[in-house]
C-alpha cells in the first residue's frame, strides 16, 4: 500500500488547488467523550491513512496548556500532536501537510456566546520547537491557486501552514472554502449523500474546495444530538455513492480537492475511494499509474 507516500506519485505542475486530498474533520478530537470525538487515533495514524490535511482547533486547559479542542470540550496537549507531526515530517519526506490551525471558533446558544483561548505566542513557541516552520511552512505565494506541488517541493518545504488572520508566524489566509448547511450536514445518512454533492454547484472558490463528507449532530436538524461515530456507521455504506458522484460529473471533479471525513482511521476505504479521483483527474505520474491504483487496494 502507498499511503504514507501517495504524494510522491502526483505530478509537480498540479496546483494544490487540483489535487485530491482526503482531509481529517476535528483531526483533534481523538480521545475525546462520544459526542465529541470524531477521530479515534492520532495525526501520525491518521497521516498513515493518508490523510494530509488537519483541521486542528484549540483552547487553553485550566494549567494554561495549549490543548486540542471541540467545542466545550479539550483533548490532547497540542504538543503531542505536534509531536507526532514531526516525526512524520521528519520519516516522510514526499509528503506535503495542510495544517489548518486556530482558536476554537465562537459558538453562540441563545444570548449565550462562548469563546475560546489559545495565546498566540504559546502556540508560536510550541509550532517553533516541533515543526520549525522557519524551514519548513511554504509561505512564498500571494494566493494558494497559484501553488504547485512543485513549488512547495522545489522549495525544499513540508507544510502549508493556515489560518485566516495570519495569527502565527509564518502561517497564510489562504482563500478556501468549506460549505456546510444545518438541514443539509444534519439529514440522515441517505438524503445526506442525495443532497450533499450540489454543494459544488451552488458554492464555488478559486483557493481550496473542502468538500465535508460527514453529518453534524444538532438540535432541529433529522439526527438530533448524537455521537458522530454512530453517524459515521451509517454513513459508511453510502459513502462511495459520493465520491462515485464525484467521478461520474465534470464539473464536480474538476473542483474536487479536500475531501474530509469522519474516522478516516477505522479502515482505508475512505482514503481510497478519495484518492482515487487523482487519477481520473490525470494528477498522477504516467508512468505510476498502475502502481498507484494497485497500492491503493486494501481488501
Same mark, same amino acid.
Given at each position: 500500500?502507498?499511503?504514507?507516500?501517495?504524494?510522491?506519485?502526483?505530478?509537480?505542475?498540479?496546483?494544490?488547488?487540483?489535487?485530491?486530498?482526503?482531509?481529517?474533520?476535528?483531526?483533534?478530537?481523538?480521545?475525546?467523550?462520544?459526542?465529541?470525538?470524531?477521530?479515534?487515533?492520532?495525526?501520525?495514524?491518521?497521516?498513515?491513512?493518508?490523510v494530509?490535511?488537519?483541521?486542528?482547533?484549540?483552547?487553553?486547559?485550566?494549567?494554561?496548556?495549549i490543548?486540542?479542542?471541540?467545542?466545550?470540550?479539550?483533548?490532547?496537549?497540542?504538543?503531542?500532536?505536534?509531536?507526532?507531526?514531526?516525526?512524520?515530517?521528519? %520519516?516522510?519526506?514526499?509528503?506535503?501537510?495542510?495544517?489548518?490551525?486556530?482558536?476554537?471558533?465562537?459558538?453562540?446558544?441563545?444570548?449565550?456566546?462562548?469563546?475560546? #483561548?489559545?495565546? %498566540?505566542?504559546?502556540?508560536?513557541?510550541?509550532?517553533?520547537?516541533?515543526?520549525?516552520?522557519?524551514?519548513?511552512?511554504?509561505?512564498?505565494?500571494?494566493?494558494?491557486?497559484?501553488?504547485?506541488?512543485?513549488?512547495?517541493?522545489?522549495?525544499?518545504?513540508?507544510?502549508?501552514?493556515?489560518?485566516?488572520?495570519?495569527?502565527?508566524?509564518?502561517?497564510?489566509n489562504?482563500?478556501?472554502?468549506?460549505?456546510?448547511?444545518?438541514?443539509?450536514?444534519?439529514?440522515?445518512?441517505?438524503?445526506?449523500?442525495?443532497?450533499?454533492?450540489?454543494?459544488?454547484?451552488?458554492?464555488?472558490?478559486?483557493?481550496?474546495?473542502?468538500?465535508?463528507?460527514?453529518?453534524?449532530?444538532?438540535?432541529?436538524?433529522?439526527?438530533?444530538?448524537t455521537?458522530?461515530?454512530?453517524?459515521?456507521?451509517?454513513?459508511?455504506?453510502?459513502?462511495?455513492?459520493?465520491?462515485?458522484?464525484?467521478?461520474?460529473?465534470?464539473?464536480?471533479?474538476?473542483?474536487?480537492?479536500?475531501?474530509?471525513?469522519?474516522?478516516?482511521?477505522?479502515?482505508?476505504?475512505?482514503?481510497e475511494?478519495?484518492?482515487?479521483?487523482?487519477?481520473? #483527474?490525470?494528477?498522477?505520474?504516467?508512468?505510476?499509474?498502475?502502481?498507484?491504483s494497485?497500492?491503493?487496494?486494501?481488501?
Open positions: 500500500m502507498i499511503y504514507t507516500e501517495w504524494m510522491s506519485y502526483i505530478k509537480d505542475e498540479i496546483p494544490l488547488t487540483q489535487a485530491v486530498i482526503p482531509g481529517a474533520h476535528n483531526a483533534g478530537s481523538y480521545g475525546m467523550g462520544k459526542l465529541a470525538q470524531c477521530q479515534r487515533h492520532g495525526l501520525r495514524t491518521q497521516f498513515e491513512y493518508g494530509r490535511q488537519f483541521c486542528l482547533r484549540l483552547n487553553t486547559d485550566r494549567k494554561g496548556n490543548v486540542l479542542a471541540h467545542g466545550i470540550t479539550k483533548g490532547d496537549l497540542f504538543e503531542n500532536a505536534l509531536r507526532e507531526l514531526q516525526e512524520v515530517l521528519e %520519516k516522510y519526506p514526499t509528503e506535503i501537510l495542510l495544517l489548518d490551525v486556530r482558536e476554537y471558533y465562537p459558538q453562540k446558544f441563545g444570548p449565550v456566546t462562548l469563546t475560546y #483561548k489559545a495565546d %498566540k505566542q504559546k502556540v508560536d513557541a510550541l509550532l517553533e520547537q516541533f515543526l520549525n516552520p522557519a524551514e519548513n511552512a511554504y509561505c512564498d505565494f500571494s494566493h494558494i491557486k497559484e501553488v504547485t506541488l512543485g513549488d512547495i517541493r522545489k522549495a525544499g518545504k513540508r507544510f502549508v501552514l493556515i489560518n485566516d488572520n495570519e495569527e502565527y508566524r509564518f502561517s497564510k489562504c482563500a478556501q472554502i468549506l460549505p456546510w448547511e444545518k438541514q443539509v450536514n444534519g439529514a440522515k445518512a441517505e438524503d445526506f449523500t442525495a443532497e450533499t454533492l450540489r454543494f459544488f454547484d451552488d458554492y464555488q472558490t478559486d483557493g481550496l474546495y473542502w468538500f465535508q463528507t460527514q453529518q453534524t449532530p444538532n438540535l432541529g436538524t433529522a439526527v438530533g444530538v455521537a458522530p461515530e454512530k453517524l459515521d456507521r451509517d454513513l459508511r455504506k453510502y459513502f462511495t455513492r459520493l465520491t462515485d458522484g464525484i467521478l461520474q460529473t465534470p464539473r464536480y471533479l474538476s473542483r474536487a480537492n479536500i475531501i474530509a471525513g469522519d474516522f478516516m482511521t477505522e479502515d482505508y476505504m475512505k482514503s475511494a478519495i484518492l482515487r479521483l487523482n487519477l481520473a #483527474k490525470g494528477n498522477v505520474k504516467a508512468e505510476l499509474q498502475d502502481a498507484f494497485e497500492g491503493l487496494q486494501w481488501n
